[in-house]
C-alpha cells in the first residue's frame, strides 16, 4: 500500500482503496457492493445489523459469514425477525456459523422490532435514512486516506446514531453508523484514486432518492 494516499495496486493492476488486501472476497465486495447506492429496506436492515455484529470484529469476519446471517435470520425481513422469540435466541447461541453474541442477538431482534415502527411511520427505512444523505458543501473537497483515518464518524453519523438511540434501538454507535452510511452509498468514501470513485459517483448521481 502506498502510505502517503491509501491506494493498493491489485494483482490485476488496478488502484483501488487499501483495505481490501488483495483478497478476493474483499475484493469483490470493495468492487461492486461498498458504496453502491442502496434504496432496498432489507438490505439496510441486514447492513445495520451485519455492522453491530462487526462491533469488535473484522469486517472480513462478518462478510465470510454473511450467507450464515442471512439464513438464520430470515434473510434480515424485519417483519419476520421482529417475531422472533426467546427459543430462537437460543437456537441462534447454537448456531456456529454466525457471531453467538447474545447481546448482538438479542439487539437484531430488537431493532427489527423498531424497523417496523419505522418503516410505518416515513413509508420505508430507506426514506428515513436517506434524509440524512449529506450535502456536497457538507463533504470534504477530497476524499483521501488522511481524511478517512481522522473521521471515523461525522457530524450526521452521530445525529442518525443518536435518533435511533431514542427510538430503541441498540448497537448502532456513530462509528457503526457511518460504516453502515458508507457501504450504502449515502456518501462515496472510495479514495481518490481509486478505480470505483467515479464509477460510484456516476451511480449516486443517476440514483433515484427514496421519499
Known amino acids: 500500500m502506498d502510505q502517503n494516499n491509501g491506494i493498493l495496486t491489485g494483482d490485476d493492476g488496478v488502484d483501488r482503496c487499501y483495505w481490501h488486501g488483495n483478497l478476493p472476497d474483499y475484493l469483490h465486495y470493495h468492487d461492486h457492493e461498498w458504496g453502491r447506492p442502496v434504496a432496498d429496506d432489507q438490505r439496510l436492515f441486514e447492513k445495520i445489523c451485519l455492522e453491530g455484529f462487526q462491533s469488535g470484529l473484522s469486517w472480513l469476519t462478518i462478510l465470510r459469514k454473511r450467507e450464515n446471517f442471512r439464513e438464520a435470520f430470515a434473510g434480515f425481513d424485519f417483519e419476520r425477525v421482529a417475531q422472533f422469540d426467546e427459543a430462537d435466541v437460543e437456537r441462534l447461541l447454537g448456531n456456529a456459523g454466525i457471531v453467538r453474541h447474545r447481546g448482538k442477538i438479542v439487539s437484531t431482534i430488537n431493532n427489527a422490532r423498531r424497523a417496523r415502527e419505522l418503516a410505518d411511520e416515513a413509508g420505508s427505512l430507506a426514506a428515513w435514512f436517506w434524509k440524512f444523505e449529506p450535502s456536497a458543501q457538507e ?12 473521521n471515523p464518524t461525522t457530524t450526521i453519523s452521530t445525529q442518525i446514531s443518536k435518533d435511533l438511540k431514542k427510538r430503541g434501538w441498540s448497537f448502532v454507535g456513530p462509528t457503526t453508523i457511518y460504516a453502515f452510511m458508507q457501504a450504502m452509498g449515502m456518501v462515496n468514501d472510495h479514495i481518490e484514486g481509486c478505480t470505483c470513485r467515479a464509477e460510484v459517483e456516476a451511480e449516486r448521481a443517476c440514483f433515484k432518492r427514496p421519499v
Open 139 to 150: 463533504r470534504p473537497a477530497r476524499v483521501d486516506y488522511a481524511h478517512l483515518r481522522a
